[in-house]
C-alpha cells in the first residue's frame, strides 16, 4: 500500500529494532567503504528471522493462490508522484530521485503499490483481471536514520487488482491474520477496522470536518493547520497534544455513510466474521488521498512499546485511474520485514549434520569427493578448510554439528570412514560401499544407512 499506509505500517516514531541477543560486529574498518547510513547488513539471527518471515509469506499466498510478481527497484518518478501525491511527504521529501544518463527522472521505489498498477497498464495484466499478486523487496525512502528506521528495508505487499468486491477485501484479510498466525505472533495483535465510504460518503464527511476544524483553527498545531489545507483527513490521526481533543470530538464518518457503502463495509465483517477473523472498529482510521475508499485496516500491536502498525492496507479504487487508465477498482497490504522478524521466535539453527575432517593432503582431496557425494544425496554438510584434527573437531563443535566424518591415509587405505557423534561420544567405522546407495532410495534411508550402530540408530530393512 502506499503512501500514510506505508508510513503508518512503520510507525510514526522511533522503534526498537535489536534481535535478542546482539550480533558481535568485530572492529570497525578504519579505512576503506563504510556502510552507507540508514542501511542494513543482515546476517547471521537477523538475516536467519528475515528469511522465516519471508518463506512464511511465500508459504502462504500460495494457499491463497497469489502469483509472485517481481518488480523493478526503480521507476519514472511521475509514477509514485501522481499515485502517491505530489503534496505528501514521501514525494516531496523522502523519495531517492535522480536524473539518469538520459536526462529521465528516476525514482527508488518508496513502496510497491504504484509500480504493480503501472505494470498492470503498460503491460496489458487487465486482461487476467482480477489479479491476485504478491512480491516482498527492498523498498527507500530518505528519512533521518533511527533505531527501527532505515532508508532501505523491506516490505512483504500484497494486492488484489480488478474487482469491488468485498470478498477480496476478506481474503486479503484473511490472508494477513493467517501470515500472522503462521509466525507465531499473533498474541497482543488487534485488527483495526474502518470505512472510508465511497466517493459521496467521502465528500460529505471531508466538508463536515473542515467545517469543524475551521471553527478550531485558532488551537491547532502548525502541521494540522497546513493539513486543513491539503489533506484534512489526516488531522484526525494527529499525535500532537494540541490536536486531539480537537480531532476526538470531530464528526465521525457513520452520520455521513451511503446505504451502498454501509452495505459493503457490512459485508466485509459479515465475512471476516465468518472466517473467523477477530476485529475492532477504529473510525478515526484514515487514508488521506482522495483515491481510498471503503476499507482501511491496519494489525496494531503494544509488543514494541508504544502501540506499533505491523501491517496495514486498504482500498484504493482510484488510484489506476490517476496513472491514466481506466477506474480499476483494488485492494492491497504491506507490512516490514525487519519489524514482523523482531517479533518472532529465533528459528532454529541449520546446523549441518556432518563435518568432514580430512587428516592429510590426500584425505583432502578424498573428502572433497565425499563431501560432494553426500550433499547430493540430501546431506547438510561442512569441511573445516583449515586446522590440525585438533582445532577441525573444535570448529565441529562450535558449529553444532551432530557428527563428524573422519578421513585419514588408514580410512582411505582400508575404503572406509570414521563416523563419531558429537552428543554421545559413540564412533563406528563404515565401509565405502555399505554407504552407497540406490539412486531411488530417499535421503532418510541413506542416514539410517551411514549412521546405524550408532546414538541407537537402527539399518533400515
Request: aromatic share 8%; with cysteine.
Amino acid at each position: 500500500m502506499l503512501n500514510q499506509v506505508q508510513h503508518d505500517e512503520r510507525g510514526d516514531g522511533p522503534q526498537p529494532f535489536l534481535y535478542p541477543p546482539k550480533l558481535p560486529t568485530g572492529p570497525r574498518m578504519s579505512k576503506g567503504p563504510q556502510r552507507i547510513r540508514g542501511t542494513q547488513d543482515i546476517w547471521g539471527e537477523e538475516a536467519d528471522r528475515f528469511d522465516a518471515v519471508v518463506a512464511a509469506f511465500d508459504r502462504v499466498r500460495r494457499l491463497y493462490a497469489f502469483q509472485h510478481v517481481h518488480m523493478p527497484v526503480f521507476e519514472a518518478t511521475e509514477v509514485f508522484a501522481r499515485s502517491i501525491g505530489e503534496t505528501t511527504d514521501v514525494v516531496s521529501k523522502e523519495m531517492y530521485t535522480f536524473e539518469d544518463r538520459g536526462g529521465d527522472s528516476i525514482t527508488l521505489r518508496p513502496e510497491f503499490t504504484a509500480g504493480i498498477c503501472r505494470a498492470y497498464l503498460s503491460e496489458g495484466w487487465q486482461q487476467h483481471a482480477p489479479l491476485k499478486l504478491a512480491t516482498h523487496g527492498p523498498v527507500f525512502r530518505y528519512e533521518r536514520p533511527q533505531k527501527g528506521r532505515f532508508r532501505q528495508f523491506h516490505q512483504l505487499d500484497a494486492e488484489i487488482i480488478g474487482t469491488d468486491a468485498p470478498a477480496a477485501d476478506v481474503e486479503l484479510l484473511v490472508l494477513a491474520d493467517q501470515l500472522l498466525h503462521e509466525l507465531g505472533i499473533f498474541d497482543g495483535i488487534t485488527l483495526q477496522l474502518n470505512t472510508l465510504g465511497d466517493a459521496a460518503t467521502r465528500d460529505a464527511w471531508r466538508a463536515a470536518l473542515v467545517a469543524h476544524f475551521e471553527g478550531h483553527r485558532g488551537d491547532l498545531s502548525e502541521d494540522s493547520l497546513a493539513r486543513l489545507d491539503k489533506n484534512p483527513l489526516r488531522i484526525l490521526d494527529s499525535k500532537d497534544p494540541r490536536d486531539r481533543p480537537i480531532a476526538d470530538a470531530a464528526p465521525g464518518i457513520d452520520d455521513f455513510l451511503t446505504p451502498e457503502a454501509a452495505d459493503f463495509f457490512a459485508a466485509v465483517t459479515a465475512g471476516l466474521d465468518a472466517a473467523g477473523v477477530a476485529w475492532t472498529r477504529n473510525d478515526r482510521l484514515v487514508r488521506g488521498l482522495d483515491y481510498y475508499r471503503h476499507t482501511a485496516f491496519e494489525f496494531v500491536t503494544d509488543r514494541l512499546g508504544a502501540q506499533g502498525t505491523v501491517l496495514a492496507g486498504g482500498r484504493y479504487d482510484g488510484l489506476v485511474e490517476s496513472l491514466g487508465g481506466p477506474h480499476t477498482p483494488a485492494v492491497g497490504w504491506a507490512a516490514g520485514i525487519e519489524r514482523l522478524g523482531m517479533m518472532i521466535e529465533a528459528p532454529q539453527a541449520e546446523n549441518p549434520e556432518f563435518v568432514f575432517i580430512p587428516v592429510g593432503p590426500a584425505a583432502e582431496t578424498f573428502c572433497q569427493a565425499l563431501i560432494a557425494d553426500f550433499r547430493r544425496k540430501g546431506a547438510c554438510c561442512d569441511m573445516a578448510f583449515r586446522g590440525n584434527l585438533k582445532k577441525r573437531m573444535q570448529k565441529a563443535d562450535a558449529a553444532n554439528a551432530s557428527y563428524v566424518i573422519i578421513c585419514g591415509d588408514d580410512e582411505i587405505a582400508a575404503g572406509e570412514i570414521t563416523i563419531r557423534s558429537l552428543k554421545s561420544g559413540d564412533q563406528i567405522k563404515r565401509k565405502l560401499s555399505d554407504v552407497e546407495r540406490d539412486p531411488r532410495v530417499g535421503r532418510n534411508h541413506f542416514l539410517a544407512t551411514v549412521l546405524a550402530g550408532i546414538d541407537g540408530i537402527k539399518a533400515p530393512e
